[in-house]
């Protein structure tokens, strides 16, 4: 089941994966440094605000609709009327604050941002959505309602595009269509898979915010750690550096999407657990399988960056090269540090998580507000590997005192972990029977 769970979060990641890079290429193609810059401050935002406004919520459900499948109409009940209050405050909220942090921008610009902010009440309704979804172990529903955002997005580029009316202001409305489908799509699947009925009750509210809280700051330092570099030079940096860096960004995330399949599928996994021993060696052969294949890829990649950006992308985006390269080596980094944290969640310890994420926090932003001004994009990249280092090394910290083990115990090669049987499958020459 396990193994299951892991193949279908990989290849809904690996179709994001490819919407992604598609809608980064022709936004690029189309847009150009600059304008690719321009469509990142307007889309950049929502996103964040409507992780805010989860209070913790998502891992929650995560946990309790694993733990107890039992609470899923609570649950449910509890997140439309959350959604409802709190959605329409975080926009209301959102329409006054975000449109002096993104800068000096044109009008167009602006107007473009306050508009995509109605993006924040959908995003919230989808990540309660998917937490009950993944929770309940629906991987396939879940990954479904994540990958439809991309696919309706990067059509609506193709099209675009082909008739040269690929813009930056078609572009985000093309984006706010993906987030919506997303949304009905995550509310179709709960209802239909898990067929919750209308149930509020105060106490699983309780029991969800209790556990919800105790990882949000956590929450909110991982997003942070993961993206405090973009919302800095959204407010600092040029249109065109961004775009750049943006570019930078998305390619190095090409192996760390991948590779984050197995933490998506991890802590429900360890959290339904009945046995300690199956889910520390869950945890194990996960981590081993995910950093070694990492570190395969990661070589070509790293001896290839400049090249590939010149040649995917175009001369004027190969100033992101050395960038890309630092991105690269941050994003090994993130998917060990990620799955320690999924472990961590999983045994129930969201407070370890959260001290991991908020000190990874902290280092980036010190090391951005230090590195930014000096070393430009660069240094933003430099920031988010000290980030990610210090996320690593506390969580694993953490899981080793909890769990009582080495981290070889965690990280030493097996045997065991290769499939073995599947291999000589694939070379195994039948030969053919003698005609009689």
């Not at 610009?109 to 924040?120: D, G």
């Not at 996320?391 to 073995?420: G, H, N």
Request: hydrophobic fraction near 55%; aromatic fraction near 10%.
């Amino acid at each position: 089941m396990f193994i299951r769970n892991i193949k279908m979060v990989f290849s809904t990641n690996a179709l994001i994966l490819v919407c992604g890079v598609l809608t980064s290429l022709l936004s690029a193609w189309a847009l150009g440094p600059a304008g690719r810059g321009d469509l990142l401050i307007v889309m950049l935002w929502p996103p964040v605000c409507a992780l805010l406004a989860t209070f913790g919520l998502t891992q929650a459900h995560r946990y309790w609709a694993a733990k107890d499948p039992s609470c899923v109409s609570m649950l449910f009940s509890n997140a439309i009327l959350f959604s409802l209050a709190v959605g329409l405050a975080a926009l209301a909220l959102a329409e006054v604050i975000i449109p002096h942090l993104v800068g000096h921008r044109s009008p167009e610009v602006m107007r473009l941002v306050r508009i995509y902010l109605l993006n924040i009440p959908a995003a919230l309704v989808q990540f309660l959505m998917i937490g009950l979804l993944e929770g309940s172990r629906r991987f396939g529903w879940a990954g479904t309602s994540r990958l439809i955002t991309f696919v309706v997005q990067a059509a609506s580029y193709l099209v675009l595009w082909l008739f040269n009316h690929l813009t930056v202001e078609t572009a985000a409305f093309s984006a706010m269509a993906g987030q919506f489908a997303a949304m009905f799509l995550s509310l179709f699947a709960v209802w239909h898979e898990l067929r919750p009925q209308w149930r509020p009750s105060w106490l699983q509210w309780r029991n969800a915010v209790n556990y919800g809280l105790r990882g949000y700051p956590g929450t909110v330092a991982d997003f942070a750690t993961l993206r405090m570099d973009q919302l800095l030079l959204g407010g600092l940096a040029s249109s065109t550096a961004i775009g750049l860096y943006f570019v930078a960004v998305r390619l190095s995330e090409i192996t760390a999407i991948l590779a984050g399949s197995v933490a998506d599928a991890v802590m429900p996994e360890v959290a339904a657990a009945k046995h300690s021993d199956r889910a520390d060696n869950l945890l194990a052969r996960s981590l081993r399988l995910t950093v070694y294949t990492h570190l395969v890829v990661l070589v070509p990649l790293w001896l290839a960056a400049p090249h590939i950006l010149r040649i995917v992308y175009g001369p004027s985006f190969s100033a992101a090269g050395g960038t890309f390269r630092i991105l690269l080596v941050a994003s090994v980094v993130l998917t060990a540090g990620g799955i320690a944290v999924s472990g961590l969640n999983g045994f129930g310890h969201p407070g370890l998580s959260t001290i991991a994420r908020v000190s990874s926090a902290v280092v980036t932003v010190v090391a951005l507000l230090t590195l930014l001004p000096r070393l430009g994009i660069a240094g933003a990249a430099i920031a988010s590997l000290l980030g990610y280092s210090v996320m690593m090394i506390v969580a694993f910290v953490a899981l080793m005192r909890q769990r009582e083990c080495s981290m070889w115990s965690y990280l030493k090669p097996r045997t065991s972990d290769l499939p073995l049987t599947q291999l000589r499958s694939l070379f195994r020459i039948r030969m053919p029977a003698a005609e009689v």
